[in-house]
């Protein structure tokens, strides 16, 4: 299957780093035997012209685009775009904005057919493989969908017990070489999970109250790799 996964435009003064979220997405689903591509539109100027020659040529049988509060309304102009261009692509929602308004998101964006909640790397894989194959989107746990007028809610999916499961993040389909040159840091992740009850985050929310901590080697070697990186090797991204 073939996935565009996108992450919305916001503004630089905020700081953006390379979007590991759909790093990690990208590679549990390459795993899978998807073909993916990102298009990240914090560092490449966003037009409709673009993404129809995107949709044209990558021609996905899938769009997936991530956001939070901040870059909701961004991610639904170019959704609508996609719908417009072509209606026939499935597209799929997640980060905290969405799984937080799952189903008055749905309610309120007829351009949007699927919503993830939490933790989407299984999800993901999942959703496409029972697309895929025309199943039932009830069997998909973790996922708000409309089938004909009705909005479901499938089961809550686990939080993914051991991180060390997930494939390294696929930094290679991102514009790396774009943010170097603009001074934006690159992130990893550690751990999920916090066990606090600050009531300004959704940390807790979005991946569970259960710390679960990645193995020291596979952040050390992630650590080498990341400083193994220079810009002759990225500027092309």
């Known amino acids: 299957m ?37 298009l990240d539109l914090v560092v490449f100027p966003y037009s409709r012209a673009m993404l129809k020659t995107v949709l044209e040529k990558f021609k996905p049988q899938l769009a997936g685009l991530t956001a939070v509060t901040m870059t909701f309304d961004s991610a639904m102009a170019v959704t609508r775009d996609i719908k417009d261009l072509n209606p026939d692509i499935p597209t799929v929602m997640g980060g905290p904005h969405v799984t937080f308004r799952a189903r008055e998101t749905l309610s309120e964006h007829g351009e949007l057919d699927v919503l993830v909640l939490g933790e989407g790397e299984q999800t993901i894989v999942d959703l496409c493989r029972t697309m895929d194959a025309g199943r039932d989107l009830n069997t998909v746990d973790g996922i708000v969908f409309r089938k004909d007028f009705e909005i479901c809610t499938t089961a809550s999916r686990d939080s993914i017990a051991d991180l060390d499961e997930l494939p390294d993040p696929a930094r290679d389909l991102l514009p790396l070489g774009r943010y170097r040159a603009l001074g934006m840091p690159i992130s990893l992740t550690t751990s999920r999970g916090c066990p606090f009850k600050c009531i300004f985050c959704v940390g807790r929310k979005m991946v569970g109250a259960r710390v679960r901590y990645r193995s020291p080697v596979k952040v050390v070697d992630e650590m080498e790799y990341l400083n193994s990186l220079n810009f002759h090797q990225i500027q092309g991204s």
């Open 2 to 38: 073939r996935v565009l996964l996108i992450n919305p435009y916001y503004p630089i003064s905020e700081t953006p780093s390379p979007p590991l979220g759909l790093a990690y997405l990208a590679s549990a689903l390459t795993e899978a035997g998807d073909e993916v591509k990102i």
